[in-house]
């Protein structure tokens, strides 16, 4: 009886042992500053488990092309896309620009004094260039702006704000480090871009495979350690 118990025992753990192939997009910047170790670190604790995971920017048709699961960050609100939605973590922003754009520049006081500096930007689905700042005493204001880049490729527009080409609205994860070391500079401390929101999109929690199911664990539980890059003039 007790062997008997033991291989149903061995029987059920290998059942319940994530296994299969889990296919995934997430964009190329998100995965170079962040998702690619987790992938690593995931795949290694799960040996049976094999990864197609898709480098994209576009917003993909995740049902369509046959996905488990995207990774993305947006803004709120979020749209309703009528795919189930799990919540990893957040995305602080900071304006950022480089030291020489802004001895070209007076450095702005106000948010409305960035109206007189020239912009880079991600793309934007609606083509509306917008930043939604928060600020001192609860104040909020929003502040269009024209780009003179729009790309949807992060590593442009690091590359673009760091020559000095406009300022430029960069999730801690990316040019934190280019803060802290001096490439860039906060453009106006005391007034913040709201957080962007690092989540999953799926078809349906039920009859999620179990190696999707403990991807997502998997990496909800580990972005909670993530240590952003954080200037010091940077008041979360």
């Known amino acids: 009886l007790v062997e008997a118990e033991a291989a149903q025992e ?17 964009p190329p910047g998100l995965i170079y500053f962040l998702v690619a170790p ?14 197609e995971l898709v480098a994209t920017s576009r917003r993909v048709d995740v049902i369509k092309e046959g996905l488990d699961l995207a990774l993305r960050v947006r803004y709120p609100p979020l749209e309703d896309s009528g795919l189930t939605m799990k919540v990893l973590s957040k995305s602080p922003q900071c304006l950022m620009a480089s030291r020489s754009l802004l001895e070209r520049y007076p450095k702005p006081e106000s948010p409305e004094d960035l109206a ?36 949807d490729d ?7 704000a760091i020559a000095g080409l406009g ?3 960069m999730p801690l994860i990316v040019g934190g480090r280019d803060l802290i070391e001096g490439r860039l500079v906060n453009v106006l401390p005391g007034w913040l871009p709201r957080s962007g929101i690092f ?14 199911r403990a991807f997502l664990d998997y ?6 350690d993530v240590d952003f890059p954080v200037p010091e003039d940077y008041v979360i």
């Open 199 to 212: 989540h999953a999109v799926f078809p349906s929690r039920r009859g999620l495979l179990p190696a999707v």
């Open 154 to 160: 992060v590593f442009t527009l690091r590359q673009a």
């Open 219 to 224: 990496v909800s539980e580990q972005v909670d």
């Open 116 to 151: 007189r500096l020239p912009s880079i930007d991600f793309e934007q689905t609606d083509g509306q260039h917008l930043w939604c700042l928060d600020g001192p005493e609860g104040r909020s204001v929003q502040v269009h702006h024209k780009p003179r880049l729009v790309t």
């Open 10 to 26: 061995l029987i059920d753990r290998s059942r319940a042992e994530p296994r299969g192939c889990v296919r995934m997009s997430c």
């Open 167 to 169: 300022v430029v609205k």
């Open 38 to 51: 987790l992938v690593v670190q995931f795949m290694e604790r799960y040996p049976e488990v094999n990864i």
